[in-house]
């Protein structure tokens, strides 16, 4: 009998001894750092209250972080949530090699975003295919990732570009659950194709709608790996988003304290996003999707 | 008419898709007198192909190394990650105990944890824990190093929640059966349950392995000699070394992707459901 009450136990005692020291161990310490002063001696810190709190607060690198993070977000959120269904809605047709196109879709997915960020950088080189096309039709050229007003824009375009796929693909396991009577009886009603899609393809998307939005803004909030790659932050800061600050501060400058205020900053704001993820889960949870009971949604 | 539309709209989107890995492809193909900079005349495809940049790349930088540590470093990964989410699942979906939702919600909330808040304090664990390359200097294979790049993904509470979810929807009288059959609760989870979801396993395999192969920010705190590099920090590297030689940066990151794209070829669905199984996760 007493064995039997340890087993659950045991077989939770790796994995959870492995998330004290890798998950809640680290945490705790992240809020120690962030009181911590490290610019005298790195290995013996000063206690300083909320001091590093207050000297994020009043830099100006923070909220420039801060601000291209809000602008990323809200640029690249909206394209996420709208462009895939498009995308979604070619790739739904059941047309012949359908499968081979939406394998080659996928393929931005697939691939690491340091390798996009790569390729990316050498389109848009002054150089670059992009400003050769531009010069083929008589534009100007664009320094797309030189000029600092351009810039964030031009690695939101690469980092929608690498998602797009994504999001498809939650789309399209939505719409293939759509079944083909409401289609047949939409045109009967003398529907046109947008009108269609209008009327029976969006309500039967709008759970996956929320769930991209939740998720993109997620993602955008910790974009960084794009950054690093193409533009270091620069020109001028114009692309130093939040995580992209946090890295510089905790490993170019070693200002380990600044950088855990910062990192904390952000984890709460994820928290309420996630808060907000998960709530919608349990409301899907319990009810059922409304592609399941036939789309009463027309 | 309609469909010649829809199959024009479907070539476009993945022109734009495929469109800048070709480039870099072509680029990479191109022989050193030929042009690739948008100054003069730019040909879209290489005239005189040659194989060069490649084996230039490969001699000059240890691509071969970063290929092995990527693909090790994602093993481990992926080894460990199931281990542990099905050794922590299986007793929070499938027994009855003191403290469960306690447990299980603490698991949950290390969904919640970015990265980085916690990569400060990992750095300074690992240090102590000589689970950086600091402790490997120079030596191949890495061994520290690369524990000490996969141990921060060899569990996640998202792993441990997507077996979970499996695992509860299982019927109950497989364990009274299996009891019957004189099997002990280890042999009822390896003999068992755990065949019965292969394709969650395989779905978790992949989707770890994607964001193992992927992750940039983790390796490029940890590591500092080019022989322990993964392939992204090793791209990152490759870049700075090749300045603006874009024939060469182009042919070195076209290998990086070769192993990933065999990959995705082979496994195409478990792609598509390991990937959107992070949906949840965020």
Redesign the interface.
Do not use: E, R
């Given at each position: 009998m007493k064995k039997e009450?340890l087993?659950?136990?045991l077989?939770?005692a790796?994995?959870?001894l492995?998330?004290g020291?890798?998950?809640?161990?680290?945490?705790l310490?992240?809020l120690n750092?962030s009181l911590l002063d490290y610019s005298r001696d790195i290995f013996t810190p000063d206690f300083i209250g909320l001091r590093n709190y207050q000297r994020l607060f009043t830099s100006p690198h923070f909220w420039q972080a801060f601000t291209n993070t809000a602008i990323f977000t809200v640029g690249v959120v909206p394209a996420m949530v709208t462009l895939p269904i498009i995308?979604a809605v070619?790739?739904n047709?059941r047309?012949k090699g359908?499968e081979v196109?939406r394998?080659?879709?996928?393929?931005?997915?697939?691939?690491?975003?340091?390798?996009?960020g790569?390729?990316?950088k050498?389109?848009y080189?002054k150089?670059?295919?992009i400003?050769?096309f531009l010069?083929g039709i008589g534009l100007p050229r664009v320094e797309w990732l030189v000029n600092p007003d351009i810039a964030l824009y031009a690695v939101m375009v690469v980092v929608v570009?690498k998602g797009?796929?994504?999001y498809m693909?939650?789309y399209l396991?939505q719409l293939q659950s759509v079944p083909d009577e409401l289609y047949d009886a939409a045109v009967i009603d003398g529907a046109g194709t947008l009108q269609k899609h209008w009327h029976v393809t969006l309500p039967h998307l709008r759970p996956t709608l929320l769930?991209v939005a939740?998720?993109s803004t997620?993602?955008s909030l910790?974009v960084?790996?794009e950054i690093?790659?193409m533009t270091r932050g620069g020109p001028l800061g114009s692309t130093r988003t939040l995580?992209y600050y946090?890295?510089e501060r905790?490993?170019e400058n070693l200002d380990?304290g600044i950088?855990?205020a910062a990192?904390?900053v952000?984890?709460v704001i994820?928290?309420v996003l996630?808060l907000i993820?998960i709530r919608y889960?349990q409301r899907f949870d319990d009810e059922p999707l409304p592609s399941r009971h036939g789309g009463n949604a027309l | 008419m309609k469909k010649a539309l829809h199959y024009l709209a479907l070539i476009l989107l993945v022109v734009i898709s495929v469109g800048p890995f070709l480039w870099l492809l072509s680029t990479a193909l191109k022989s050193p007198e030929e042009n690739i900079f948008a100054t003069g005349t730019l040909s879209l495809l290489p005239q005189k192909p040659t194989l060069d940049n490649f084996t230039t790349v490969w001699n000059q930088v240890s691509i071969g190394s970063y290929m092995i540590n990527s693909i090790v470093v994602a093993a481990i990964t992926v080894f460990l990650n199931l281990i542990f989410s099905v050794l922590a699942a299986y007793p929070l979906a499938r027994m009855r105990f003191r403290g469960r939702q306690a447990f299980f919600v603490a698991i949950l909330t290390t969904m919640m944890i970015p990265f980085q808040v916690i990569m400060i304090p990992l750095y300074l664990i690992m240090l102590k824990f000589g689970l950086t390359d600091a402790s490997s200097l120079a030596d191949f294979p890495p061994i520290n190093a690369w524990f000490g790049l996969a141990i921060p993904f060899a569990i996640s509470g998202f792993g441990i929640f997507f077996v979970r979810q499996a695992l509860v929807g299982l019927p109950k009288e497989l364990e009274e059966s299996a009891v019957l059959d004189g099997c002990n609760s280890f042999q009822i989870l390896t003999r068992v349950l755990v065949p019965l979801i292969y394709p969650t396993l395989a779905t978790l395999a992949v989707f770890t392995f994607m964001a193992s192969w992927g992750e940039f920010l983790w390796p490029s705190i940890i590591l500092s000699e080019e022989q322990h590099f993964t392939l992204p920090v090793g791209l990152v590297y490759l870049q700075g070394a090749f300045s603006a030689n874009w024939k060469l940066i182009a042919a070195g990151t076209v290998l990086s992707m070769l192993p990933i794209i065999a990959f995705f070829l082979l496994l195409q669905r478990y792609f598509v459901s390991g990937s959107l199984a992070g949906s949840v996760k965020g």
């Open positions: 009450c087993k659950p136990y077989y939770l790796a994995p959870l492995l998330m020291v890798f998950f809640f161990y680290p945490l310490m992240a750092i995308l070619l790739l047709a047309l359908i196109f394998v080659l879709i996928y393929l931005p997915v697939v691939i690491s975003m340091v390798v996009v790569i390729a990316w050498w389109l080189a150089d670059g295919l400003n050769y010069d570009w797009l796929a994504y693909m939650m396991a769930l939740v998720i997620i993602g910790k960084f790996t690093y790659v995580v946090i890295y905790a490993f380990l950088a855990s990192g904390l952000l984890m994820l928290l996630s993820q889960f | -």
